[in-house]
């Protein structure tokens, strides 16, 4: 005979939420803002290391700076993983808002006009430093 456990505990998880995200598709300025900050994220630590191996400058992210010393392979994973997912994650919310203040696809604009001021920085970096 077996013990009795007494009440089950029960959690109902409702994952249509989930299902519904991942089918939703991505309205094409969306998608173009994603693919861009991807993109640009990857050419950001291809520049900085290519900008760091000739001495003229330094990593300004602290965390990012460990990261580089350690292992490049492990800075670009992290850098690859963080704002992949970081700005999947706002895509799929981006009809949401944050705090009741402003839309996430503000976030989203935000990240890639940062990112392309960056761009605009780096090469003009890269061409005082090979040209």
Known sequence: MGRDRGPELR??????????MVRRRFEPSVALMVVGIV????????????????????EWNPVM??????????FAA?????????VVA?????????????????????FFVAYSVLMVYHLSLMARVFL
């Not at 109902?12 to 299902?19: F, G, N, P, S």
């Open 11 to 20: 959690v109902q998880v409702d994952d249509r939420w989930a299902i519904r």
């Open 39 to 58: 993109v640009m994220s990857a050419l950001d630590a291809i520049f900085t290391l290519t900008l760091m191996s000739t001495g003229q400058v330094h």
């Open 65 to 74: 700076a460990v990261l580089i010393e350690h292992d490049v392979q492990l």
């Open 78 to 86: 992290v850098k690859t993983l963080v704002t992949t997912g970081g």
């Open 90 to 110: 706002l895509a799929m919310l981006v009809d949401h808002s944050v705090f009741r203040a402003f839309r996430v696809r503000r976030v989203l604009e935000f």
